[in-house]
């Protein structure tokens, strides 16, 4: 066996030149981030390395990032328990390209500038549930989902991620108010379709928030009908009615399953249940013989729903459990509503904060405040 000297020699010096170039460029590239600190603690505006893309990844120049519960959930260790500190969350991403890494195959043939979404689904693309057209419960991506779990999120400048999780967006669509397609809308879009949502259907949606209310939108589009929501909010309700509900029942002041089932007398075609901590109750009281029940609303591993058994089978219920959506399939459609007018992204978009007041922006979302609030990066 005989060795190269001089070959070795000179893949060192390539090496060390390599590693001195990747320590000049943490020590000279740095982002403004809203970075993990601690369980129920603010988040802390705080200037963190620009990551630097690696393998198949592509840096996001960050327009917009959404506020959704399920963040919450996550920063009080309900979902995954104990985020790492200094972990940046936000899964719901808009951005620009603004650099490719060297194994980037660019099937979309994407330059520097241009719109894209972020999932936070990231699929191997390969395994069977890949294969299958059900990459939402790809393996591999329970160990990394962008902003939840192994990849920083967009709560940031800038985003570095597997270009696998990155979208084009139609170019009519504004990236400031487009990060709510890629959870809001997703989410809603995936299960209304799972629950075999076809025109003329009729859907009850118990929760108005930003996952309910673009359900709405969508159902809308879609040609559902009557579409009634529910929600303990009265302003939620009022901007229900503008994007498209036909009825808008407040759990507070009426009766809603008496209510329901005055204007839907043997029950509803699907019900959707969008709240944060969901219990079935009411849908199951209003979901008509042979109807369906869909729950994205994910309330963490404690939370509990009690189903009375007879109910359910003698009605003979589906009921469906809708993880998120498919990225490659569900966002590029959602991407052609929105450029077509089908859908109003800045309709569900009620407020939109500076980074410095995003700890502000959780907080008003505890209060019921917003239907869909985005935090403005670049």
């Given at each position: 066996m005989t060795y190269n000297l001089n070959s070795n020699v000179i893949y060192i010096k390539v090496t060390v030149l390599k590693l001195h170039l990747y320590i000049q460029y943490l020590k000279n590239?740095?982002?403004?981030?809203?970075?993990?600190?601690?369980?129920?603690?603010?988040?802390?505006?705080?200037?963190?390395?620009?990551?630097?893309?690696?393998?198949?990844?592509?840096?996001?120049?960050?327009?917009?990032?959404?506020?959704?519960?399920?963040?919450?959930?996550?920063?009080?260790?309900?979902?995954?328990?104990?985020?790492?500190?200094?972990?940046?969350?936000?899964?719901?991403?808009?951005?620009?390209?603004?650099?490719?890494?060297?194994?980037?195959?660019?099937?979309?043939?994407?330059?520097?500038?241009?719109?894209?979404?972020?999932?936070?689904?990231?699929?191997?693309?390969?395994?069977?549930?890949?294969?299958?057209?059900?990459?939402?419960?790809?393996?591999?991506?329970?160990s990394k989902m962008v902003g939840i779990i192994g990849i920083n999120g967009g709560h940031a400048e800038y985003v570095s991620v597997p270009e696998i999780a990155v979208i084009p967006l139609g170019k009519k669509i504004d990236p400031y108010y487009s990060s709510p397609i890629a959870c809001a809308y997703g989410t809603a879009y995936n299960a209304l379709k799972s629950?075999?949502?076809?025109?003329?259907?009729?859907?009850?949606?118990?929760?108005?928030?930003?996952?309910?209310?673009?359900?709405?939108?969508?159902?809308?589009?879609?040609?559902?009908n009557p579409i009634i929501a529910v929600d303990i909010i009265q302003s939620k309700l009022e901007k229900a009615k503008e994007l498209g509900a036909t009825h808008a029942i407040n759990a507070l002041a009426d009766d809603s399953r008496a209510k329901i089932?005055?204007?839907?007398?043997?029950?509803?075609?699907?019900?959707?249940?969008?709240?944060?901590?969901?219990?079935?109750?009411?849908?199951?009281?209003?979901v008509k013989a042979g109807g369906s029940i869909v729950v994205t609303g994910l309330g963490g591993f404690t939370n509990i729903a009690e189903i009375p058994i007879t109910l359910f089978v003698s009605k003979g219920i589906t009921l469906i459990g809708s993880l998120g959506y498919r990225p490659r399939i569900d966002l590029p459609e959602l991407v052609s509503l929105?450029?077509?007018?089908?859908?109003?992204?800045?309709?569900?978009?009620?407020?939109?904060?500076?980074?410095?007041?995003i700890n502000e922006a959780y907080e008003n979302l505890k209060k019921g405040i917003h239907i869909r609030a985005v935090v403005k990066w670049n």
């Open positions: 590239n740095r982002m403004k981030a809203a970075v993990f600190k601690g369980m129920n603690l603010p988040l802390e505006i705080r200037e963190v390395p620009t990551p630097f893309p690696r393998g198949d990844e592509i840096l996001i120049r960050v327009a917009s990032t959404g506020i959704c519960h399920s963040d919450l959930h996550l920063i009080n260790g309900e979902l995954i328990g104990p985020l790492p500190e200094g972990f940046i969350i936000g899964h719901e991403i808009a951005g620009w390209v603004e650099e490719f890494a060297s194994n980037v195959k660019n099937p979309y043939e994407l330059r520097k500038g241009d719109p894209v979404l972020v999932s936070w689904i990231v699929p191997c693309g390969i395994c069977k549930y890949c294969a299958s057209g059900k990459e939402n419960y790809c393996k591999q991506n329970a629950a075999k949502a076809t025109s003329g259907k009729s859907v009850v949606i118990i929760g108005a928030g930003g996952v309910g209310s673009a359900a709405i939108q969508l159902a809308n589009a879609m040609g559902l089932l005055e204007i839907l007398e043997e029950g509803a075609d699907i019900v959707y249940e969008t709240k944060p901590n969901p219990d079935l109750k009411l849908s199951l009281e209003v929105a450029s077509s007018g089908k859908i109003d992204t800045k309709k569900l978009v009620t407020h939109v904060y500076e980074p410095e007041r």
